[in-house]
C-alpha cells in the first residue's frame, strides 16, 4: 500500500504551489501516472482523501490520468503496446526493447480559485 | 499523448497490447487536437476565477534527490551500496550473512535492516563482524531514500566499504525508491515457483542483479530453473542471473567474484 507514501507527496507538492501562488482554494491536483508504476489510481484517489484530511486541500479533488504504456525495439525501431513488462517485438520478435512511456509519476498542474 | 493529462486514444487497454503504434503524436499535433483540458477531461464546469497551475513535478522528487545526496556520499567514500530486494522468506537476511562472511576478513561491512517491526535480522547480523543499524517503517512498506540517509549517518560507514541495505520484504513496493544504491539485488526463491518474474514484474525490470536462491531445493519443488531464467529474460534483458543456495554455500563463489569486481571496478 505505497499509494498513501506517493498521496502525502503529492499533497506536499500542492501545498507548495498553492503556498507559493497566494491561494488557498485548490480545487484540482491533476497527476500523471504511467500504467507500470504499480500504483492503483482508486487506492491513490482514497489515499488522497487520508492524507488531505483536516488540511485546505481537503476538498480538493485528485484527477490521475493514466499513461499508456509504451515500448519501442531497438532494431526495428517500432513503437508497440507492451504487455506489462513484457517487451517482445511484434516486428521482429526481439525481447531487448525498452519501455519508453508508462512509468510516469508527476503532479501535472493544480487547478486554483482565487480568494 | 498529451503531456499535460495523458489522454490517449490509441492505447491503455489490453485489447492493444503486441499491436504497433502507427501513430505517435507529435507536440504540434498535441497543441492542436487538445487545448481544453478541463473541459474534455472532467465533467465539472470551469470555475469562475479558476486558473491552472503548470507543476510538472515528479512525485518522487525529493526522494530521489536525497537518493542523489547518498550515492554521491558513498561514490565520495568509494562505498559499494547494495539494494537487496525480495519476498518475506526469500532468504535475504541469510544471504546477506554468508556474504559478510565470505568478504568480511578482507573487507569492511555495514548493513542497514529495513523490517516493518522488530530486530530480529539485526540480532542475526549482529553475531557476524558487520556493523548493522535497525530501520523499522512501521506500517510502511519500503524504505525510501531519506531513512537511508539517517541510517547511513548513524552507521559512518569508512572508506572502501560495502554497504548492504535489506529492503523491507515486499515484491512490490521497494522497486519504486530509489535509496542511491550501486546495484539493485532482487533475490527470488526456487520455492516461490518459476513465473514470479512475469507476476511481479515491476521488481524485476527496476533490478541489474537476480539471484534465484534455494537451489539445493530445486529436486523438492516444480520449479523449471530454464523458465524461471527466460521469465527473467523476457522482462529485463540487462538482468545479470546468479544461482545459488545462501543456506548450503554452493553457487556464493560467483556472487562473490562478482561482488568483488564491481567493488574494484569502484575504487580504481
Redesign the interface.
Not at chain 2, 4 to 8: E, F, L, P, Q, V
Not at chain 2, 233 to 237: L, S, T, Y
Given at each position: 500500500m505505497h499509494e498513501l507514501g506517493i498521496a502525502i507527496r503529492i499533497a506536499d507538492i500542492a501545498s507548495r504551489v498553492a503556498q507559493r501562488e497566494g491561494v488557498i482554494h485548490v480545487t484540482g491536483i491533476n497527476v500523471q501516472v504511467g500504467e507500470l508504476t504499480g500504483i492503483v489510481p482508486d487506492l491513490l484517489r482514497f489515499s488522497f482523501k487520508i492524507a488531505a484530511k483536516d488540511t485546505f486541500l481537503e476538498n480538493s479533488e485528485l484527477i490521475v490520468h493514466t499513461i499508456p504504456a509504451i515500448a519501442t525495439c531497438p532494431i526495428c525501431e517500432l513503437q508497440f503496446t507492451p504487455d506489462g513488462f513484457l517487451t517482445i517485438c511484434p516486428g521482429c520478435d526481439t525481447t531487448e526493447c525498452s519501455i519508453i512511456k508508462g512509468m510516469e509519476l508527476n503532479v501535472v498542474s493544480i487547478a486554483v480559485v482565487e480568494s | 499523448?498529451c503531456d499535460?493529462?495523458?489522454?490517449?486514444e490509441?492505447?491503455?487497454s489490453g485489447s492493444?497490447?503486441?499491436?504497433?503504434?502507427h501513430f505517435?503524436p507529435t507536440p504540434e499535433k498535441d497543441e492542436q487536437e487538445h487545448r481544453h483540458?478541463?473541459q474534455h477531461?472532467?465533467p465539472h464546469e470551469q470555475?469562475k476565477?479558476?486558473?491552472?497551475?503548470?507543476?510538472?513535478?515528479?512525485?518522487?522528487k525529493?526522494?530521489n534527490l536525497v537518493a542523489q545526496e547518498n550515492k554521491r556520499f558513498f561514490n565520495d567514500r568509494n562505498i559499494l551500496a547494495l539494494n537487496i530486494m525480495g519476498s518475506p522468506g526469500s532468504g535475504k537476511t541469510t544471504f546477506i550473512i554468508q556474504t559478510i562472511e565470505a568478504l568480511i576478513d578482507k573487507q569492511k561491512v555495514y548493513v542497514i535492516e529495513g523490517d516493518q517491526f522488530g530486530s530480529l535480522d539485526t540480532e542475526r547480523i549482529d553475531k557476524t563482524d558487520a556493523k548493522v543499524i535497525q530501520v523499522n517503517t512501521g506500517n510502511?512498506?519500503?524504505l525510501?531514500a531519506m531513512s537511508v540517509m539517517t541510517a547511513v549517518k548513524e552507521l559512518n560507514p569508512a572508506n572502501n566499504s560495502l554497504v548492504i541495505i535489506e529492503n523491507v520484504g515486499n515484491l512490490?513496493?521497494p522497486?519504486?525508491f530509489d535509496l542511491g544504491e550501486h546495484q539493485r539485488v532482487v533475490i527470488f526463491s526456487v520455492t516461490e515457483g518459476d513465473d514470479k518474474p512475469?507476476k511481479y514484474?515491476?521488481m524485476?525490470?527496476e533490478a541489474s542483479i537476480c539471484i534465484i536462491n534455494k537451489t539445493d531445493l530445486l529436486q523438492l519443488v516444480p520449479f523449471d530453473h530454464l523458465t524461471a531464467i527466460n521469465n527473467l529474460?523476457?522482462?529485463?534483458?540487462h538482468l545479470r542471473i546468479i544461482s545459488l543456495s545462501a543456506l548450503q554455500g554452493s553457487g556464493m563463489t560467483e556472487w562473490i567474484a562478482y561482488l568483488k569486481k564491481s567493488m574494484n571496478s569502484l575504487q580504481s
Open positions: - | 499523448m499535460t493529462c495523458g489522454c490517449n490509441i492505447g491503455g492493444s497490447v503486441g499491436r504497433p503504434l505517435i483540458h478541463y477531461c472532467h470555475l476565477d479558476q486558473r491552472e497551475v503548470m507543476v510538472t513535478e515528479n512525485v518522487l525529493h526522494n510502511g512498506c519500503h525510501d512490490v513496493c522497486a519504486l512475469i514484474a515491476p524485476f525490470h529474460r523476457k522482462v529485463n534483458h
